[in-house]
């Protein structure tokens, strides 16, 4: 009698071992789902979808989970975004892989789909293979936040509208783990934060970037007129501009 | 003779009580519905797969009934706000306004200028041409009723997509999360594994 006691609970404790590992995580089976849709090219199941791939996404980030499947998973994201003509989203979720999970086997491909991402996003293609490269060297240090830092810095250089609404939780989510933050993210967020469009602020940012430009706003008055009111607005006190010059100074 | 008797007497009375019983039926029905509900279905807890957001489920949860049929006829552009497209929706409660004031304004209007000695066929100063009344009250009514066919059948249209599309969706996820795929995002670790089936 005892013997057949045992089998059973054998086969009770069998059934949830093969339940435990077998288990598959939302992310592979959110890789296997946009596989699945993008390869029927049926643009309404395919935006339907974008709202969950971005809830994966976030899970992704929030845990800092590093998984191979990770890369596939962005990289058909971004294949995803292509099909329904989201070039910004496009363009990051191929720098989100390239950047967080780099993978060799999807670099040929992804460049490609890089700077085909940027043409439509009027970004020329040496700066987009600039970005890509950039991206492809990676940070200095291994830690998940420090590539955090050099994906939030590349793809500010989109200047897209749904990647920079993106852009802001993933801002939150690294300084949380980083106690100093990029000068070029704070400049972000102060731009941000002063409400300036995007138009005046990747030129505000490219003439500070720039190796050529005289001065930030490269003796343009009407856009040095635009920023001073937009601070004087957001700062309400006299000594208003300090924030300002502080982030702005003269490069050395 | 037999058959005569049940032909004669009984017939008339066993298809009284029939047609009683299906009149009675839907008089004692909760709804103007030709489908019977057996249970409540506002006791059950639905199982959300995970990612599903409320409007989604709010979607989901929404049929088409008889009675929307008349509520879509009181409020315009019902069918849409029910299928959430705000938009449509309040465009066309916008045309069918616009509508029930044209018919409004030609009730007033005719009134006003009415004149019942007026002679049809002969104009003279202190009447109305009754046939641009006739051409304004018709398209107002055009603009009602076309607004409610649109309202009910592309509204059911769209209703019906957006169901199918979040079955599509997270029917297919919980069927990939059921397969057993080659590759696994944990590290594969060696198994055996029995199957029972029954």
């Given amino acids: ?252 | 003779m037999a058959f005569a008797f049940i032909k004669n007497t009984l017939l008339k009375p066993i298809f009284s009580i029939i047609f009683i019983f299906i009149i009675g039926g839907s008089l004692f029905s909760q709804d103007l519905d030709i489908y019977k509900k057996g249970k409540d279905d506002n006791l059950q807890t639905p199982n959300i797969p995970s990612g599903m957001s409320y409007s989604e489920f709010q979607i989901l949860s929404r049929n088409l009934r008889l009675k929307d049929m008349l509520y879509a006829m009181v409020v315009p552009g019902y069918v849409h706000f029910k299928a959430d497209e705000k938009a449509t929706g309040y465009t066309l409660l916008g045309l069918r306004t616009a509508g029930y004031i044209g018919l409004g304004a030609i009730y007033y209007s005719y009134n006003k200028h009415y004149d019942a000695n007026y002679d049809f066929g002969n104009t003279h100063d202190g009447t109305i041409d009754v046939n641009n009344y006739d051409i304004a009250f018709v398209t107002s009514l055009t603009v009602i009723f076309a607004t409610y066919f649109y309202d009910w059948i592309h509204g059911d249209y769209k209703l019906k997509k957006k169901q199918n599309l979040i079955r599509y969706k997270y029917g297919l996820k919980v069927e990939l999360q059921n397969t057993y795929g080659q590759i696994n995002t944990v590290d594969v670790v060696p198994i055996a594994s029995i199957a029972l089936s029954f």
Wanted: hydrophobic share 35%; with cysteine; aromatic share 12%.
């Fill in chain 1, 1 to 252: 009698m005892r013997i057949v006691k045992y089998i059973i609970v054998g086969f009770i404790l069998l059934s949830f071992w093969e339940n435990l590992i077998a288990q598959k995580s939302n992310v592979f089976i959110e890789y296997q789902y946009l596989e699945l849709t993008n390869s029927q090219r049926n643009l309404d199941v395919i935006k339907d979808n974008y709202r969950n791939a971005e809830l994966v996404s976030d899970s992704i980030i929030n845990n800092q989970d590093e998984n191979y499947i990770n890369a596939h998973f962005y990289y058909e994201l971004a294949n995803a975004y292509k099909i329904g003509d989201e070039y910004g989203m496009w363009a990051f979720s191929l720098l989100r892989q390239l950047i967080l999970f780099p993978n060799d086997s999807l670099r040929n491909g992804g460049i490609q789909s890089f700077v085909e991402a940027c043409t439509k996003l009027k970004i020329d293609k040496s700066k987009a293979i600039n970005i890509y490269k950039q991206g492809a060297k990676g940070p200095n240090t291994k830690s998940f936040t420090a590539k955090l830092e050099l994906l939030i810095e590349q793809s500010i250089e989109l200047y897209n509208k749904d990647v920079e609404e993106l852009l802001q939780q993933y801002v939150f989510q690294y300084k949380k783990n980083s106690p100093v933050t990029s000068l070029k993210i704070k400049q972000w967020e102060y731009l941000n934060a002063i409400g300036l469009n995007i138009k005046n602020k990747k030129e505000l940012m490219n003439n500070y970037y720039s190796a050529t430009s005289t001065n930030i706003f490269n003796n343009n008055p009407k856009l040095e007129k635009k920023v001073n009111k937009k601070i004087m607005k957001y700062e309400k006190n006299s000594h208003s501009l300090t924030s300002f010059t502080k982030l702005f100074e003269k490069r050395k």
